[in-house]
Structure formats: C-alpha cells, structure tokens
C-alpha cells in the first residue's frame, strides 16, 4: 500500500482489513477487506445469516473483533471510537425507542446527550423522514415502518457525515421505500455516506451506488453496481412463429447460449460479458431460416440474478 493509500489516511468513510469477528467456532466476520467511498450510498448485500448484523455492531464497537484493523471516517475503532461515532448515525436491528412516550419526546431525550445544536434539530429531522405529523403521538402507536423513520430521525441529530442503517427498508409499503430511498439519495447529495445493509436486492440496486456481496462471513465482490452487472449473463426474450424450431437453430450455433421455450417464445442466456450486437445476430439467425419474430429484447442484468450466480445460498434462516 502506497503513502497515498495509507490505512485510515481519512480518504474512505469505512476501512477495514482482515477484520475478523468469531462466535466460538463460527466465523461470523471473515477477514473482510471493505473499502466504502465517501460521498457515496453503499449496500452491504447479502443473505440473512451472511454477518451483515455482526460487521456493524463490531465496526460501531458494540462487539469486539478478534482479528483486524478498522477505521469510520479515518479514525481507528476502538482507540479513537468516541471521536468516530460523534459523526456517525446508526440503525443496528430495530430501532429501539421508550414506547410510552411521543416521537418528539424520544429525540428530546437522544438530543440531550448530545451538542446544544442538535435540539435544533429535532423538528427538521422529523420532517425530514416524513412523521412529523405524529411527532406528539406515542411510539407505542406507531407501526414498525414509523418507528424506522423515528430510527433515521435518531440520526440525523448529530448531523453525521456517515449513517450506516441495518436493514432500514424493514416495515415499510412501497410508498414508504420510495420515501426512504429519497431521503438517502439526498443525503448522499449533501456529501455524507450512506452504508445500507440489507437482503432487499432490488432496494439496493435502485438505492447504491455501489456495494460489497457477502456470503458466510466473507466479502466475495465488492465495486460499483456498474461494473458488476457488466459481467453478469445477458439475457434474450424472443417471441417468434416456431419457437421449438428456433431453439434447435440457436443451440445448434456456437453463441453459448442456454435456451429455455416459455409460453411467449424462448428465453435465451448467454455467458456473461456477451456484447450485446448478439441481439442482431439471433435476429438474422431466425429470420434467415424464415422464422418470423415478433419480439427480442434484451433483459437489463438485474443486481439479484446476478447476486443467485455468485453466492452460495439465499434467504436461509439466520
């Protein structure tokens, strides 16, 4: 590593190296390498069970690693943890709040324990998630999603330059989720970082700009959603006038392609870091031998198609 590139030279939001967490024989964290840019929204995807959780309660110092070096925000955790966490907001599990008192009442408290400015803070933050409405109703009313909205409201408090949110989509109807993935994106204009955890693929891929894939414990790809999916297979919808003959013809070429007949024609992938000029070439293909088409289209890679190819399993119970 280059003088530039120094360990907690300030430069990434979230830094660690070979940062190790076990639970006698399990390995939850995995000698995980994570690099998070700051200024930017990162998912840290994976499958329930994946050590999603484990890595932010060990980067917030709420558990120790047993192996490893950390840094948020260029300081090192746990030396400097006091220094680091005053400018980083956390939602680790569900957010926990005094179900007897009122959404205002709660920040009132969380505000106390912090700098004068950030009682000044409370309303917008209020407005901000969109509950400001029910910031004198009792928590105890509030639904789940509500209470995850309080949650980001905690945050925003001390006006962090990071926010790292376990699983903040948990709760919320798709109005909800279009509100919250708003209100990341704007905290991302601003210049903060946001790191989201979750196993909601297609949230990420609507919300990140890039993320880290994690599976038992290990980051297994991590970089823009971009670069990503450009190795992901390509897949081709064709409706046609004779699809059984079609798929004859197609998986009698030398284009790699699996191919599937569905009710509406074929489905055809094919290797990933097909050029997509490919598309031309089944078209000429099937007309050539005077098969009509009526439809081929290429399937933009999906961040969870993608995800299913590199990761052992989905959705096993934690």
Not at 118 to 132: T, Y
Not at 150 to 165: M, R, S
Request: include cysteine; glycine fraction near 10%.
């Amino acid at each position: 590593m280059s003088a530039e590139q120094a360990p907690g030279d300030g430069r990434w939001a979230v830094e660690t190296h070979g940062l190790t967490k076990r639970f006698g024989e399990n390995i939850a964290v995995n000698g995980v390498e994570l690099l998070v840019p700051r200024g930017c929204a990162f998912g840290y995807l994976g499958p329930n069970g994946a050590g999603k959780t484990t890595l932010i309660r060990v980067l917030l110092g709420l558990t120790h690693a047993d192996a490893g070096t950390m840094f948020l925000l260029g300081h090192p955790v746990p030396k400097r943890r006091d220094q680091a966490l005053a400018r980083v907001g956390a939602i680790v599990d569900e957010p926990r709040f005094h179900s007897h008192l009122t959404g205002r009442q709660n920040l009132q408290i969380l505000a106390a324990a912090r700098e004068p400015a950030a009682r000044d803070r409370i309303d917008p933050s209020l407005e901000r998630v969109g509950i400001l409405h029910r910031a004198d109703d009792r928590v105890s009313k509030y639904s789940m999603g509500m209470r995850q909205r309080l949650g980001v409201a905690a945050c925003l408090l001390g006006d962090p330059q990071l926010l790292i949110l376990d699983e903040p989509m948990n709760g919320l109807d798709p109005a909800g989720m279009h509100e919250m993935r708003d209100m990341i994106v704007s905290l991302v204009a601003e210049g903060r970082t946001v790191v989201l955890s979750s196993h909601l693929l297609d949230e990420v891929q609507r919300t990140c700009d890039a993320v880290a894939i994690v599976d038992r414990g290990n980051i297994i790809h991590q970089g823009p959603i971009s670069e990503l999916l450009a190795g992901a297979a390509l897949v081709l919808e064709v409706e046609c006038s004779d699809p059984e003959r079609a798929k004859r013809l197609v998986a009698g070429t030398t284009l790699g392609a699996q191919v599937v007949v569905s009710p509406q024609g074929l489905e055809l992938t094919l290797p990933g870091g097909t050029d997509r000029g490919v598309t031309a070439e089944v078209n000429r293909i099937l007309v050539e031998a005077g098969i009509s088409v009526y439809r081929l289209q290429p399937v933009r890679a999906s961040l969870e198609a993608w995800f299913l190819q590199v990761t052992s399993r989905l959705g096993d119970p934690e």
